[in-house]
């Protein structure tokens, strides 16, 4: 089973609005990640939390605001987004040397 | 420079043809190589991944390694119009970072 669960699938948020993605994963994976793609572009790393624990964070503005409330959940805080942060958003997890993702969530700023 | 390379496509092929994609990478300690497939709309799937030199092959996909030429491939045997995708190469290069090229379209003609 290599299954990482994100809601929602679709989001559309103002850009006063806050909202959060969630990301849930029950491998027992110890690595976990946000990662955002545009259109015709590869996935770009956001966030890295390793043991539950914030390990790399990529200069992402503070609009997004990770959290990991265990080792299966992580979150992505979203404040005041601009209409340029519309993307994709995947969630990954990691053991050893394979990284598996989330079905992604769409988000879009109006 | 950047990390990871691959040519961005369309790569077009006649359906049964062989597919071959590329990838480089700049960082000479990567360990871990990886290939994606991300459909349209859809998340990245893994389908390979290589840690040693020479050849691994899963079913109609084999990955090909060469540390001393910093370069990874996948050739696709008995293309299929199901094969047309986009396909990511992946470095893994430190701790918990993977980092993706920029992808392959590839486009199987019936």
């Known amino acids: 089973d290599t299954e990482v669960t994100q809601t929602p699938k679709h989001l559309v948020m103002g850009m006063t609005n806050k909202k959060s993605l969630k990301c849930e994963q029950h491998?027992?994976?110890?690595?976990m990640y946000w990662y955002k793609q545009k259109a015709k572009k590869p996935p770009e790393l956001m966030f890295v939390y390793s043991y539950e624990k914030l390990s790399i964070n990529e200069s992402v503005p503070s609009r997004f605001s990770p959290e990991c409330p265990n080792s299966s959940l992580l979150n992505l805080h979203l404040h005041a987004l601009q209409p340029e942060d519309s993307a994709l958003y995947l969630c990954a997890s990691s053991q050893e040397n394979t990284i598996y993702f989330g079905e992604g969530s769409w988000l879009t700023v109006v | 420079q950047k990390e990871v390379e691959q040519n961005s496509g369309p790569l077009s092929v006649p359906e049964g043809a062989i597919a071959s994609l590329n990838c480089t990478y700049s960082?000479?300690?990567?360990?871990?190589f990886f290939w994606y497939r991300q459909y349209s709309g859809k998340s990245p799937e893994l389908i390979m991944s290589i840690y040693s030199n020479g050849d691994k092959e899963d079913g109609r996909f084999t990955a090909q390694l060469n540390k001393a030429s910093q370069y990874v491939s996948l050739l696709i045997r008995d293309s299929q119009p199901s094969d047309s995708a986009t396909y990511l190469c992946?470095?893994?290069?430190?701790?918990?970072?993977?980092?993706f090229g920029p992808g392959t379209r590839l486009s199987v003609l019936p």
């Open positions: 992946a470095v893994r290069n430190y701790g918990q970072n993977f980092v």
């Open positions: 960082d000479r300690v990567s360990q871990s």
């Open positions: 491998m027992g994976h110890r690595a």
